[in-house]
């Protein structure tokens, strides 16, 4: 049981270039979520989905699209990346248990943009 | 203001000591509570849950105060293990609100 897998681990940009960051989880969650961490910010929702076919946004949309076509899959997409968008990412997938939604989280992407 | 807010430390423990973290969250329609561990350059993962009568995992124990909307984790008989940032976690609607960590260091 692999739980949440992303890659790349790390990933080098040039402003401007546009790339996806993948996140597979094999755990049947419906809920999946990616999260920006900063120093100093905490982690911050970019996108979320609850089930295939739906996604909204979250905290800090801008900059990243995402789709949702099956259960297992969520990836991220830079469209045009901004030194900005240099962070740590995480993909989470969530079960909710008597209301309570427990999240577990990929190892996490380093990206860097130049 | 932060919805969750946490000192970000760090706190210097030595080994065996107790240590307590505190958290205030700012929607009081907030729905579960939750401590998460996370690592140096690791993803955060789950250490307890946390209910309103209080809750205790071994050597862990957390604490909801809803009137006064602050969370707390105690650790007792600290490891050089606990090193790690505990982050304070808030359910909102469906969304996880995550304060910036409190930050532990247990020296022997």
């Known amino acids: 049981n692999a739980g949440v897998t992303q890659t790349p681990k790390f990933q080098v940009l040039k402003t401007g270039q546009s790339m996806t960051l993948q996140c597979a989880q094999d755990?049947?969650?419906?809920?999946m979520s990616w999260y920006r961490q900063d120093p100093g910010m905490g982690l911050r929702l970019i996108h979320y989905?609850?089930?295939?076919?739906?996604?909204d946004q979250g905290e800090v949309p801008n900059g990243y699209n995402v789709s949702r076509s099956t259960t297992e899959d969520f990836p991220l997409r830079l469209l045009s990346a901004a030194p900005s968008q240099t962070s740590v990412y995480f993909c989470?997938?969530?079960?909710?248990?008597?209301?309570?939604?427990?999240?577990?989280f990929g190892a996490g992407t380093r990206l860097s943009v130049l | 203001r932060k919805e969750v807010e946490q000192d970000p430390g760090p706190f210097n423990v030595p080994e065996g000591a107790t240590v307590a973290f505190n958290c205030t969250y700012s929607n009081s329609a907030s729905q579960s509570f939750f401590w998460y561990r996370q690592d140096c350059r690791k993803e955060p993962k789950l250490l307890m849950s946390v209910y309103s009568s209080g809750n205790e995992d071994g050597r862990f124990t957390a604490q909801l105060n809803r009137a006064s909307q602050y969370i707390s984790l105690l650790i007792r008989d600290s490891k050089l293990s606990d090193s790690a940032t505990y982050l304070c976690v808030v359910n909102s609607f469906q969304k996880l609100v995550f304060g910036t960590g409190t930050r532990l260091l247990v020296s022997p």
């Open positions: 989905s609850v089930g295939a076919g739906i996604t």
């Open positions: 989470a997938s969530s079960y909710s248990t008597s209301g309570k939604n427990i999240q577990y």
């Open positions: 755990m049947n969650h419906e809920y």
